[in-house]
Nanobody, 127 residues
Framework: QVQLVESGGGLVQAGGSLRLSCAAS????????MGWFRQAPGKEREFVAA????????NYADSVKGRFTISRDSATDTVYLQMNNLKPEDTAVYYC????????????????????WGQGTQVTVSS
């Protein structure tokens, strides 16, 4: 069974940066597509970014395109989300997710394609 643990969240001022990490354990995720989602209070969980298992394909939500970068290090089974120029509307709990079947849908951001989830890390952006 795969365990995913997020870290790197915190409080930052608008315009600042944070780097989230997602460490996998229990089973390697080197052949899994990986994604980041977020959930703000009172809102549904939404797609943020995804990276293919090879690391050669990425996809982003329009709201973060040009500001966030997803990457992965297969040697350490870690996925990263570099977040720059943060805005108050980026405030949410951020979740790491893994798609063990590496489906095309997960790269498109389809939440139901992901079968492993972390517990989340809080990101708060003050204005």
């Amino acid at each position: 069974q795969v365990q995913l643990v997020e870290s790197g969240g915190g409080l930052v001022q608008a315009g600042g940066s944070l780097r989230l990490s997602c460490a996998a354990s229990g089973r390697t995720v080197t052949t899994y597509h990986m994604g980041w989602f977020r959930q703000a209070p009172g809102k549904e969980r939404e797609f943020v970014a995804a990276v293919s298992w090879r690391g050669d394909s990425t996809n982003y939500a329009d709201s973060v395109k040009g500001r966030f970068t997803i990457s992965r290090d297969s040697a350490t089974d870690t996925v990263y989300l570099q977040m720059n120029n943060l805005k108050p509307e980026d405030t949410a709990v951020y979740y790491c997710a893994a798609d063990s079947l590496s489906t095309p849908g997960s790269l498109k951001g389809l939440r139901y394609e992901y079968d492993h989830w972390g517990q989340g890390t809080q990101v708060t952006v003050s204005s």
